[in-house]
T-cell receptor, first 111, second 116 residues
């Protein structure tokens, strides 16, 4: 089955700085890569996703890049704000079927 | 996106008992999934709930321990059977939005389960 690795496990940045979280996957047939944000005690919320036919996608301060050859994808958050503090999970799947999640990154944005 | 309601939101149960968790969606969806999130951990897929047929379980999860029902396109249940403290987790239902399952998954609020 698919194996998704995520780094770093914790990330602390100063407000206004950028944050980058990286994931690698093992199944070359995976073609859909979502990112979820989970605040304490709440449900995971989809924040951005990318399909394998695209190399990069942006939505305001967040962006995701995908390198299919290397089988890795990354989440980039610019101009971080304290409300960005949460746990972020990457995932990989074939289509929108079963999701295999990374281990999560706890992001702390210091004001 | 689909509105997903999970019940109960939390429960405290005795060892050896069983609990059934309900997941209701406000629109018909093809794909429904059940995940487990142990304290401070990531999400692990338990099974895919298939409408009209048996659920498809992931490695490490079995039907006797986690029986699943999917009677229609808007509802599913997950039962956690013969519970032990190791079953203390958050259990999350997710749906693939769209009748054809061609949209990203969205999660319910989860059921926080504690076993004494």
């Amino acid at each position: 089955g698919e194996n998704v690795e995520q780094h770093p496990s914790t990330l602390s940045v100063q407000e206004g700085d950028s944050a980058v979280i990286k994931c690698t996957y093992s199944d070359s047939a995976s073609n859909y890569f979502p990112w979820y944000k989970q605040e304490l005690g709440k449900r995971p919320q989809l924040i951005i996703d990318i399909r394998s036919n695209v190399g990069e996608k942006k939505d305001q301060r967040i962006a995701v890049t995908l390198n299919k050859t290397a089988k890795h994808f990354s989440l980039h958050i610019t101009e971080t704000q304290p409300e960005d503090s949460a746990v972020y999970f990457c995932a990989a799947s074939r289509g929108f079927n079963k999701f295999y999640f990374g281990s999560g990154t706890k992001l702390n944005v210091k004001p | 996106s689909a509105v997903i309601s999970q019940k109960p939101s939390r429960d405290i149960c005795q060892r050896g008992t069983s609990l059934t968790i309900q997941c209701q969606v406000d629109s018909q969806v093809t794909m429904m999934f059940w995940y487990r999130q142990q304290p401070g951990q990531s999400l692990t897929l338990i099974a895919t709930a298939n409408q009209g047929s048996e659920a498809t379980y992931e490695s490490g999860f079995v039907i006797d321990k986690f029986p699943i029902s999917r009677p229609n396109l808007t509802f599913s249940t997950l039962t956690v059977s013969n519970m032990s403290p190791e079953d203390s987790s958050i259990y999350l239902c997710s749906v693939g939005a769209g009748r054809g399952g061609d949209q990203p998954q969205h999660f319910g609020d989860g059921t926080r389960l504690s076993i004494l």
